[in-house]
């Protein structure tokens, strides 16, 4: 049984300062590996999906990898703005479809 | 593209009740999952639907149904309610074209309240 996890649950940093979020999987056999934004009581918005055979993938200020063999994913978002903040959530992708989601990291980026 | 939408946005009800929600897939997309949402935690799969069939099911009680029709359109029924089921109700689709490398978009989600 596939499960993800994401620490730290919550990150505070100042406005300006790298943002590094880590997701970790303990099933391997994944097919992609998607990260997503969630402001309070909203949906979610995909930010970046990465397939299994892929290393990492970029998006303006975002930046994701995956070490399929350590079973790892960072999110980097560089030179944070206050506009940053919200809950990060990772998602693996087994076969059929299903995303297995981490806890979340709730972050917060004082002006 | 409206993307993902889902209806209604809130919904209270008391235990015991029954419960509809609805969801209109990206334009393009056949698949259809629903997921539940707890408070301060990260989604749960509930199950999804492919050409009108459950094809994919999580680790929910047969009291949590759904249907798919020809237009990908979906609803996830509750029955018999129970307060733990209070949560965000999320939708997401996908397209099972191999292009497409199943990406899902998420809907803004039916926050449900029982009381």
């Known amino acids: 049984k596939q499960e993800v996890t994401q620490i730290p649950a919550a990150l505070s940093v100042p406005e300006g300062e790298n943002l590094v979020l880590n997701c970790s999987f303990t099933?391997?056999?994944?097919?992609?590996l998607q990260w997503f934004r969630q402001d309070p009581g909203k949906g979610l918005t995909s930010l970046l999906l990465?397939?299994?055979?892929?290393r990492e993938q970029t998006s303006g200020r975002l930046n994701a990898s995956l070490d399929k063999s350590s079973g790892r994913s960072t999110l980097y978002i560089a030179a944070s703005q206050p506009g940053d903040s919200a809950t990060y959530l990772c998602a693996a992708k087994a076969a059929g479809n299903k995303l297995t989601f981490g806890g979340g990291t709730r972050v917060l980026v004082k002006p | 593209d409206a993307g993902v939408t889902q209806s209604p946005t809130h919904l209270i009800k008391t235990r015991g009740q029954q419960v509809t929600l609805r969801c209109s897939p990206k334009?393009?997309?056949?698949?259809v999952s629903w997921y539940q949402q707890a408070l301060g935690q990260g989604p749960q799969f509930i199950f999804q639907y492919y050409e009108e069939e459950e094809r994919q099911r999580g680790n929910f009680p047969d009291r949590f149904s759904g249907h798919q029709f020809p237009n990908y359109s979906s609803e996830l029924n509750v029955n018999a309610l129970l307060l733990g089921d209070s949560a965000l109700y999320l939708c997401?689709?996908?397209?099972?074209?191999?292009?497409?490398?199943?990406?899902?978009?998420f809907g803004p989600g039916t926050r449900l309240t029982v009381l």
């Open positions: 334009s393009g997309h056949d698949t």
């Open positions: 990465i397939q299994s055979s892929q």
């Open positions: 099933d391997s056999a994944i097919y992609n």
């Open positions: 997401a689709s996908s397209s099972m074209s191999p292009s497409s490398y199943n990406e899902q978009f």
